[in-house]
């Protein structure tokens, strides 16, 4: 496993300056995240269980002498029991901001749809769907970002979650995406938390893991694909990265923080540097890879459709210094492991010269 600075609780890093040699060579190391890449908290959605309906639904009962229950669409009521529940504040809050579909303020309107029963009253009881909503998404952003929580501490955190469900209410019915609002939240420079641009960061890892994790697995590349390349056109390879892989560049050693909080080392906020990881997922284990400035580059280039050509001149213009053979020697290296990680999902070989220049004719001779 590659070396890593111990960072103690409230210490800053002080990693040693790497050097242009030490960069190109560098292998590949994956990490693996281990039992914790599984979920701990499934989505109500994730998993649906179809069971049939073995009892009938009764209409609420007006109690004497109360308010006559509403008979109105199913639903516009099911919109006001969304709006009720979902309401940021409190359930006489969202019975208030319902009032044109249930007439009354406070607590009256709300009996004229919930019954009370002997313990609780109405608003009591949709006092219990209020709470288990939001601590619901509080839970599911705490799933998807453990280290998130760890770095603000429980109460910081909770906090950030109330600010997103306030701001971002969920609109679809699976929580899976709902992680999304979190990063966003964060990135935003008027969101108010300690150490915002660390945060953001860290969030971003922890999501791009969620987001491999739920992407879908396509067919990946093969040492035998890429041995069948003819020699002459290597140089105009393209390549299409997977749906499994997410490449970052971050400000500060994330990954590196991340890892720590995995080995139960409590780590402190780092030192800001700069620092890129490369997320994927082969089947259904999520590695995390990480990268020098090179590395990054090379990927990059080739995941945003650049030839494997332009991609090496990219990595000259940075270390021009270094013996040419040695450097393609070592982005081979880089290339078998990205490869067997499968990063790539297909490629597009280079036609040879001669016959791009036979097709320029030809369309020359069409106009």
Known sequence: MNARTRVRAGARARPRRATPADDLAQ??????????????????????????????????????????????????LQRWFAGVIMHPHSVAAGVRASAPIVAGDGAGGLERV???????????????????????????????FPTVVHALGQQAFTRLAREIITRYPSDHPNLNVYGQRLVRHCQDPRTRIPHRRFIAELADIEWAMCEVLHAQAAPTLSQAALRAIPLPQWGRVRFRPSQTLRVLRTAYPVNRFLQAYRDERQPGIPAPQPSATAIYRQGFTVWRMDLTMPMCDILDALCTGRSLATALSTLEEHLPTLDQSRLIAQVMAWFREWVEGGFFAAFTPGRPRQARRRSAAAGTRRR
């Open 27 to 76: 292998r590949p190391e994956p990490l693996v995240g281990g039992p914790l890449e599984q979920l701990e908290v499934e989505r109500a959605s994730a998993s649906p269980r179809l069971t049939p309906a073995t009892s009938t639904v009764r209409r609420p009962r007006a109690a004497k002498g109360g308010p006559a229950p509403v008979a109105g669409p199913l639903r516009a």
């Open 114 to 144: 919930v019954v009370s029963s002997g313990d609780l009253s109405a608003l009591a009881r949709m006092g219990i769907y209020h709470y288990a909503y939001h601590a619901r998404l509080i839970d599911c952003l705490a799933d998807d």
